[in-house]
């Protein structure tokens, strides 16, 4: 979403991307290879993949929309020195492993008294390695500290609360619905939890 706000004209130099030890973007914008590994587990679960669904996005773009070439990339072809040169304008990337993650989340609470969550952690670990030469620069927060409290507890001392309009959550009753792998069953429960039809929408 932030390459097509630069895209549509928002003030952004470049985007800069964190991942941790699973670092298939990471090596795709810095050296030009997408090929997927063994997945390892980390500290910040969310970027235990190799390749993300929304890549594909950002390939079909920089190939000029073109889904052969796109598939070719997807696929372990290498870029273009064209392909190349697009991703290099508009990104720059970096990878971490837990301990500077945890790191990152003991020295951002030491230095600011603030707790972040893992996935936040390297994105701020990532803008302070790429350096912003004055300009302002945003980081996004992707979730709470207390979705990892193990982690942020290690790292801080200090336990992470829940915010407090979900302080009960894990006292609430849970609900769910079983529903058949069926498109017109999943449609059915849409309509009787929404009211809607699926037909005329």
Same mark, same amino acid.
């Given at each position: 979403?932030?390459?097509?706000?630069?895209?549509?004209?928002?003030?952004? =130099?470049?985007?800069?991307?964190?991942?941790?030890?699973?670092?298939?973007?990471?090596?795709?914008?810095?050296?030009?290879?997408?090929?997927?590994?063994?997945?390892?587990?980390?500290? @910040?679960? @969310?970027?235990?993949?190799?390749?993300?669904?929304?890549?594909?996005?950002?390939?079909?773009?920089?190939?000029?929309?073109?889904?052969?070439?796109?598939?070719?990339?997807?696929?372990?072809?290498?870029?273009?020195?064209?392909?190349?040169?697009?991703?290099? &304008?508009?990104?720059?990337?970096?990878? !971490?492993?837990?301990?500077?993650?945890? &790191?990152?989340? =003991?020295?951002? %609470?030491?230095?600011?008294?603030?707790?972040?969550?893992?996935?936040?952690?390297?994105?701020?670990?990532?803008?302070?390695?790429?350096?912003?030469?004055?300009?302002?620069?945003?980081?996004?927060?992707?979730?709470?500290?207390?979705?990892?409290?193990?982690?942020?507890?290690?790292?801080?001392?200090?336990?992470?609360?829940?915010?407090?309009?979900?302080?009960?959550? !894990?006292?609430?009753?849970?609900? !769910?619905?079983?529903?058949?792998?069926?498109?017109? @069953?999943?449609?059915?429960?849409?309509?009787?939890?929404?009211?809607?039809? %699926?037909?005329?929408?």
């Amino acid at each position: 979403s932030a390459w097509a706000a630069k895209r549509m004209g928002a003030p952004i =130099r470049r985007l800069i991307v964190g991942t941790n030890r699973n670092r298939a973007v990471e090596r795709f914008i810095t050296e030009g290879v997408l090929s997927a590994g063994s997945v390892v587990e980390t500290v @910040a679960p @969310a970027m235990d993949i190799q390749i993300p669904s929304n890549l594909e996005r950002l390939l079909f773009e920089i190939t000029g929309r073109d889904p052969e070439r796109m598939s070719a990339l997807l696929g372990g072809s290498l870029p273009t020195p064209g392909e190349r040169a697009s991703l290099a &304008e508009d990104f720059v990337a970096f990878t !971490y492993d837990d301990d500077q993650i945890v &790191e990152t989340i =003991r020295s951002t %609470h030491a230095r600011t008294g603030r707790l972040v969550d893992p996935h936040t952690a390297v994105g701020l670990a990532a803008a302070r390695d790429a350096g912003a030469d004055g300009l302002p620069v945003v980081v996004v927060g992707t979730a709470h500290p207390a979705k990892f409290p193990e982690t942020v507890t290690a790292a801080t001392g200090v336990v992470p609360r829940l915010p407090e309009r979900w302080a009960d959550l !894990y006292e609430r009753d849970e609900r !769910y619905l079983t529903v058949p792998a069926d498109l017109d @069953a999943v449609a059915a429960v849409i309509e009787s939890v929404l009211g809607t039809n %699926h037909e005329s929408t």
